[in-house]
């Protein structure tokens, strides 16, 4: 056991009995049984692990939900067999759903893996796992309340070249590693996602439930965000999401904590705007955060308005040591070696390495979650994980919305900055209430 898997456990442990009741409500799915899956959200990450699950025999489709028609009838396509939802509260209500997979905005996805956890089913939730920081302790908490399986879909986790990665950045050939950098560069100026004026929501939508927990607002195309082209565009509000920094740090943060086997940053600062883009996204165009952690740094750099890039990626993470550099994507890794002077020459650190993705991410990620569903042990990217990672996201989001150099301790999860204090929670529209 890792330190940060002690510290983790201990945590747990000591929360008292809310979080040690040993209390089961759902069905343990034998060796031979099949696994019974609904999905609630069926938009383009729904449709993605829904083709995924389709394609294991050891599990079955059994339900799908969706507030939007046309997402609804891409899937039963797809699935024709499974039974429709209109409400997830049904599908959740169901006795014969072991799993289900929440693909939805991210506003709703702490509510929703709650009460799943209280119905008894095991979950699959997408990253980030929640939009304010103390959501993400609540789900743990329920996890471990409800002895729930609680996979996170940070799937680089499963890529074997990750893992590799981690190794080399735990074996010490890197020698010691004083800053890690992380980013995201892409150009969209100067239209970005546009202007579009507020309107009606379509008829085959449920905007309010859409809306759900989130503050009540007129329907906007972007709010809602499905476009045939594009990820859905809510991602740019701040009432549903917090831009690039939620939606892509997240996977390069979380390989950073597990290669780095730590709990969490000591200090966070950001700075950035939204300067160029002349659309209507709340989010900023150009952001770079710095956690701060005992004698190293982690930098995050996205850019909506340059693609111009180190080793010519878009994205990526790169680990800077005294002997070497790594640099890990979701296509390889390489280890370049640091030259230093030896008496009258130049030599290498150590050895050069790399290597290419070698599988398929998705499909590992939910194996190792079926896996766990059966040995009831916690999956690769437990929701513990999922919830150290995307709190780093969020505390950068904390640092730049309150223009704060946000001081932080990562095992009591509290700041003394007064002024950060209401970007760690956020309130929810009635009568939705997350409790466990």
């Not at 339900?63 to 797809?78: G, I």
């Not at 997830?88 to 506003?107: E, N």
């Not at 150290?388 to 003394?416: C, I, K, Y």
């Not at 204090?421 to 929810?428: A, F, G, N, S, V």
Request: with cysteine; glycine share 8%; hydrophobic share 35%.
């Amino acid at each position: 056991m890792s330190e940060l898997e002690r510290r983790d456990f201990l945590k747990s442990a000591g929360a008292g009995a809310l979080l040690t009741t040993p209390l089961f409500t759902g069905r343990v799915a034998g060796a031979n049984d099949r696994i019974r899956v609904g999905f609630i959200g069926l938009g383009r990450m729904g449709r993605a692990s829904l083709k995924v699950v389709l394609g294991m025999p050891e599990c079955q489709v059994v339900a799908l939900c969706d507030v939007y028609k046309p997402n609804l009838e891409l899937a039963q396509a797809m699935a024709p067999e499974a039974r429709v939802y209109k409400d997830f509260r049904d599908l959740l209500a169901a006795g014969d759903i072991d799993v289900v997979d929440i693909s939805t905005p991210d506003h709703w996805h702490a509510y929703m893996t709650v009460e799943a956890c209280k119905a008894g089913k095991d979950v699959y939730v997408e990253k980030p796992i929640c939009v304010a920081l103390e959501e993400g302790r609540i789900m743990v908490q329920a996890a471990r309340k409800y002895s729930r399986v609680v996979q996170v879909g940070t799937q680089q986790r499963s890529g074997p070249h990750f893992a590799r990665a981690r190794e080399i950045v735990r074996s010490g050939r890197l020698g010691k590693i004083s800053f890690v950098r992380t980013w995201n560069y892409g150009n969209q100026y100067p239209e970005g996602i546009g202007n579009p004026p507020d309107s009606e929501p379509p008829a085959d939508l449920d905007w309010d439930m859409w809306l759900g927990p989130a503050p009540k607002a007129p329907f906007n195309p972007n709010r809602f965000g499905v476009h045939p082209k594009d990820f859905s565009r809510f991602r740019w509000f701040w009432d549903y999401a917090g831009g690039m920094v939620t939606d892509w740090s997240v996977h390069l943060i979380d390989i950073v904590l597990w290669a780095m086997d730590t709990l969490g940053p000591n200090v966070i600062t950001a700075s950035g705007g939204k300067y160029y883009l002349q659309d209507d996204r709340e989010t900023p165009d150009t952001i770079q955060i710095t956690w701060e952690f005992p004698n190293w740094l982690c930098v995050y750099e996205d850019r909506e308005l340059n693609g111009q890039s180190m080793f010519k990626a878009g994205y990526g993470i790169l680990f800077h040591g005294t002997d070497g550099t790594l640099l890990v994507d979701r296509s390889r890794y390489e280890l370049i070696p640091e030259r230093r002077r030896q008496g009258d020459e130049m030599v290498d650190r150590t050895q050069p390495e790399e290597g290419k993705n070698s599988s398929n991410h998705n499909l590992a990620h939910w194996r190792n979650f079926v896996a766990c569903i059966r040995s009831r042990e916690r999956p690769v990217s437990d929701i513990e994980y999922g919830h150290r990672s995307t709190s780093m996201a969020l505390l950068g989001n904390v640092a730049f919305r309150s223009h704060q150099r946000v001081e932080w301790d990562p095992v009591s999860e509290t700041t003394g900055n007064k002024e950060a204090w209401p970007y760690l929670r956020r309130e929810y529209r009635p009568p939705w209430k997350l409790t466990l």
